[in-house]
């Protein structure tokens, strides 16, 4: 049967084993008659980055209808990026922001079956007007996602004027903090109160809300959320905001928020990344409701928060978002918290060692507290921890491991990406896909610790019983003459030598190969090379 011929519902089937949208772009431009049948799937969720990119594809939507009025989910940042960091914000940034926001507003007519609209910029959209052509032409627009930065919106702002939404985010930026010291506590952004009437009035069948921002020493105002009461509420976000300024004074007033957690019992993904005394605190979750959050299986937070969680013991999925400083004593305070979760399957957690040599003993810890991990995202940053074959024997006893996400630096003499995921998968056979992210040495003090080297997606092929017989590799290495990366894709065979098939390596890779086999075969490299010396110096004699 040839590809043409293939249904499109077989064809929308397929697109749903392909790992990432490059793929379904090569098979989308295989012919015009598969394209035709992949346009919902290829469309459906768009990312655009730059202005650049942001201005062409919004003007292609424009003018095609037929492919806009497949977009479903549209994120759009329209900073200009440089090595992951945006290059501009404040009023510099205000001539892209009003050229993309416009941009949105034309296309906005053509987006009929838009669910999720989110816009992540350094400023807010300058042309505000972008929101009222949203809430007009997109009548299945349920979910906002947006950022405030140095430049606050106007009170009457269309932003505010959106009804029956499921889903909100609101992040603010750190161009807000900046330039916005002296804000009130009651009002940090015109208009303030009229977001929280649109989501406590209006909109009450909200499934998720996110007011996140990264300021511990001036956070913002959100006592308006213990407020509300959502009974469909699902995950909660909370970034560095305040939900009650007196409560150093009086820990008693931290009570408004336990009653707000208390009454939203299907609340199933908490993510708590505030440093304010009214959301960090241990005691906010300690002193809950024995039934409270009993169907969270989703924690971001502190391990602290984690271990006096009332459901801890179905704790399924758990990130700790800030770094904690590896010391003699961490592995113990790592180990006392994580084996309160009995039922952890995945978890995130980042790691600064400042000073010494850990050799691999916080990654014993883990794999000994947590038996049963499925996903697993370490982060060992700022100097050398352990090598690449000490990681790989010690995730052995994790046989039910399936993704896996490495950020180390790597240690002086480690070998290359591609030779590092071939030693994991063969120690870790059963793994389905798995990252490993080299990173740049930083001091203890240093404001950019995760700063990336190099790093390489790996995809194992395996065969009838599991086992692997390829890597699919994707390898991206950073310039170091000019911004970007570069990326090269290949196939690494995993099939023993000698198996039929498989390519023989040339004599020499086998020399310069890191094993056994290529020391053997230096040596006998060496010898050969004196004893052609001495035949030689002899014939000249």
Sequence with gaps: MSLNTVPADILLEIVDYLSCSSEILHLYLTSSRIADALTPALYSRIILRGPAQCMRTLDMLYSRPDRARHVRSLKVNPDSVITGRASRWGRSALPDGYAVSSAVRRAARNFEVLRCFAWDGEELPPYDDMWFALRIFCPHLKFISTTLGSILPSPNSHLFDFNDLYGFSLTFKSGFYWQNDGVSHDEPVPGYHRLWDMLIKRCPNLEHLAIDGHSPHAPVDAHGLVHGHWPKLRSLLIGDV????????????????????NAHLNLEALHLQSHAPSVAAPNVLADLHPDALARVNTFSGALGQAQVLPARASLKTLRVPDALSLREGTSLTVSSSLTMLPALASLTITFRLEQGYDNGSILRTIVASCPHLRHLDLTVACRPSFTIDTFARCIRPLCQLRTLALHIVPSPGEES??????????????LTSFDLIFLFRAGPRALTWSTVRSRASFTPATDTHGLP???????????????????RRFRLDMRPAGTPGTRRSPLVALVLERSPAGEEARLLFFCATLLTIVVWGCIML
């Design 242 to 261: 305040v939900l009650d300024w007196h409560i150093g004074l009086n820990p008693a007033l931290g009570r408004p928020f336990r009653a707000f957690l």
């Design 417 to 430: 990406l591609r030779t590092c995921g071939a030693r994991l998968v063969r120690a870790s056979p059963y």
């Design 469 to 487: 017989l390829a890597l699919h590799v994707i390898e991206r290495h950073a310039r170091m003459l000019w911004p970007g990366e570069s990326v």
